[in-house]
């Protein structure tokens, strides 16, 4: 199994651009997570799902949509970027009733 | 809602020593899960530690164990004959074990540094 794979690992963005963060998951996981991870602030919750067809927000969801249309990927697009999202992003994935595996993160640079 | 309280922002250790970081926690629930997970300056997290609260035995694994108080509400890590590759930050994360509950709560973490 690979696991929680993300892309791209770094990108760098101008202000207003748009784009799609990438997440795959091969462990047949109902429930999948996009959180980002600022210095002091710990992991906030970005989006998650519940299964396919079925997204939530979570505790910061303003500038980011999230779409599931099969059990295996998430992706997460940023709509218009701007410098308040650069942040690292994590995607994860688990099942009912065990621990969160995640993705090796995405350094995003909005200059 | 729950909350996840990690209280110390920074601690250090001598290698070979002994550590202990903290953990406290919110909830009106009865059936949950906690973790303790590692992020090493690669980034990736990695789960340490998992306890049930069902459960009275604390969890260990290897040099790591756990001290889980459950009418404390308290859930720290032990970290034993610690080693250069323990230098991470680490969080303490709680989930309801129940239907319905999707998601962890994290704490802010503690960021560990081991000294030679």
Known sequence: ?111 | AQTVTQSQPEMSVQEAETVTLSCTYDTSENNYYLFWYKQPPSRQMILVIRQEAYKQQNATENRFSVNFQKAAKSFSLKISDSQLGDTAMYFCAFIYSGAGSYQLTFGKGTKLSVIP
């Open chain 1, 1 to 111: 199994n690979a696991g929680v794979t993300q892309t791209p690992k770094f990108q760098v963005l101008k202000t207003g651009q748009s784009m799609t963060l990438q997440c795959a998951q091969d462990m047949n996981h109902e429930y999948m997570s996009w959180y980002r991870q600022d210095p002091g602030m710990g992991l906030r919750l970005i989006h998650y799902s519940v299964g396919a067809g079925i997204t939530d927000q979570g505790e910061v969801p303003n500038g980011y949509n999230v779409s599931r249309s099969t059990t295996e990927d998430f992706p997460l697009r940023l709509l218009s970027a701007a410098p308040s999202q650069t942040s690292v992003y994590f995607c994860a994935s688990r099942r009912q009733g065990s621990e969160q595996y995640f993705g090796p993160g995405t350094r995003l640079t909005v200059t």
